[in-house]
């Protein structure tokens, strides 16, 4: 199959293949066969929204991504690996792990990294924009290269659900991909924030952010709830975002109207109502909920649906 952009699906016995295909929907790298039996490699990925997944089996490798293979118009991924099968060792920033099976590991495109296939080896590997991931994407770059031991039932539920997106075509863009993406990045905050050692305070920011991501749609979502949620007062919780320069009720305001805006923008809820809409996300009382959209964007909910949606389009009150 020829490889596009957004889908890989091959299995190849030369190496080129392999890089190629994979340098394609990640980042330029090189890789290098390992010992004396022909190399084998069998490659299935996808992309859903901005976030890419793929299925890897592969001989004994070695993967580079060196200062010469670095650009400034590379996609900047944060890339997780869960390993399922075989030996593999990570190295970025000055730091090495060895992973064995249930084992993750994150680490960016940004810098250079090397990943040595030490036997026959079978991962999923997701790639997140560094942008989705938000603070987030912080908590990666502490913790590059270090391999983190995960729960043997969830390790198993989150690879398999992923080794399916890849063997079953699903919603790559659109509205319906635009959701999944959404629930994908989600999920690797989950798992980032679940196995990953803290470094305190930011470590428990990390997990104030996250808990606040997940929790979005609750109406009840505020400081004081937050505080309770995580057994701190609101004066430490203010205090342990500090260093974040973010006000945490500025931070959910910022991403409930984002989404407020997206589902305003989406053909496929064009039918609903601002008010519907914003209660989705926890606001309730939608009468302000234009005008907060004017001073965040520049741009009402009426204004951001003609966009979106056409200059002819009936938009619904409310």
């Known amino acids: 199959m020829t490889v596009t952009p957004d889908l890989v699906d091959r299995e190849v016995d030369d190496v080129g293949e392999l890089e190629h295909a994979l340098s394609d929907v990640c980042a330029p790298m ?9 190399f084998t490699a069998a490659c299935r990925g996808t992309r859903i929204g901005d976030v890419f997944i793929a299925r890897v089996r592969s001989g004994p490798c070695t993967i580079l991504r060196d200062p010469g293979l670095i650009r400034s118009t590379d996609r900047e991924l944060v890339k997780l690996i869960f390993l ?6 990570v190295e970025q920033d000055g730091r090495r792990s060895l992973l064995k099976p249930g084992d993750m590991v994150g680490y960016e495109t940004v810098r250079p990294y090397e990943l040595r296939c030490l036997t026959p080896s079978e991962s999923v ?18 913790h590059t290269a270090v391999a983190a031991p ?10 398999g ?3 399916d997106l890849t063997e079953v075509p699903g919603p790559s863009n659109g509205s319906a991909g635009h959701y999944l993406a959404d629930a994908l990045v989600s999920l ?4 980032l924030t679940h196995v990953l050692p803290p470094a305190e305070p930011d470590g428990l920011a990390d997990r104030v952010l996250a808990y606040c991501l997940a929790h979005l749609s609750d109406p009840e979502l505020s400081v004081e709830a937050v505080a309770r949620a995580h057994r701190i007062s609101v004066r430490y919780l203010h205090k342990v975002l500090q260093p974040r320069e973010v006000t945490l009720s500025a931070w959910i305001r910022r991403h409930r109207l984002e989404r407020i805006r997206r589902d305003l923008a989406n053909p496929a809820l064009a039918d609903q109502t601002v008010s519907t809409i914003a209660a989705r996300w926890g606001v309730l009382d939608a009468t302000h909920v234009s005008r907060a959209l004017k001073a ?3 741009l009402t909910a009426a204004d951001i649906r003609r966009h979106a949606l056409g200059n002819h389009t009936t938009v619904p009150s409310g």
């Not at 399922?84 to 060792?89: C, E, I, P, S, V």
């Not at 997701?126 to 990666?140: D, E, K, R």
């Open 30 to 38: 090189r890789i290098k066969p390992e010992g004396d039996r022909p």
């Open 150 to 159: 995960t729960d043997t039932r969830l390790h198993a539920a989150i690879s």
């Open 125 to 142: 590997i997701v790639g997140v924009p560094a942008t989705s991931l938000g603070a987030h994407a912080n908590l990666v770059s502490r």
């Open 84 to 89: 399922d099968a075989g030996r593999l060792a």
């Open 161 to 163: 659900f992923l080794r």
């Open 296 to 298: 965040e964007f520049g």
């Open 188 to 191: 690797v905050i989950a798992q």
